[in-house]
């Protein structure tokens, strides 16, 4: 009888983590407004105004303590900036289309927008089972 007691115990302990572990793994999108805007030093090009502005938050991971990895977000090809968790980046660019592209290590996630003049563009990088950039509501 108390090994049947420990080893219902054992499994609900189990559980408990594995929830515990689900939950603290998982994201939250944030606005614009909410996010903290990265750091001059990791906007490596794009930071002045043109005819049109791309804003890209990343979602905000509850476990990521300081921002946790940087994804880099490339425009055109170009390494425009380096992205922590809960983060915004606000990029100046010429209308046009434009290829926007995340990346963490081995992968690369690449998206086109087209971009107007005058047109403000959100972006929100997620991370939940695969990496991705897309258009998003959050404001």
Do not use: W
């Not at 002045?48 to 490339?74: M, P, Y």
Request: some cysteine; overall charge positive; aromatic content about 6%.
């Amino acid at each position: 009888m108390l090994n049947v007691k420990l080893k219902a115990l054992s499994t609900l302990i189990c559980v408990v983590v594995l929830a515990d572990i689900l939950v603290g793994c998982s994201m939250k999108p944030v606005t614009a407004q909410e996010a903290k805007p990265i750091s001059s030093d990791r906007q490596y090009a794009y930071s002045g105004e043109d005819e049109a502005s791309l804003v890209v938050t990343r979602d905000k991971g509850f476990t990521e303590g300081d921002g946790g990895i940087r994804i880099d977000v490339l425009i055109d090809g170009k390494l425009a900036a380096k992205v922590k968790a809960g983060e915004v980046v606000r990029f100046g660019l010429k209308a046009g289309t434009h290829i926007i592209a995340v990346t963490i290590g081995s992968t690369l996630v690449e998206r086109e927008v087209n971009l107007k003049a005058g047109d403000t563009v959100r972006r929100r990088i997620t991370y939940y089972n695969n990496l991705d950039i897309t258009p998003t509501a959050f404001k």
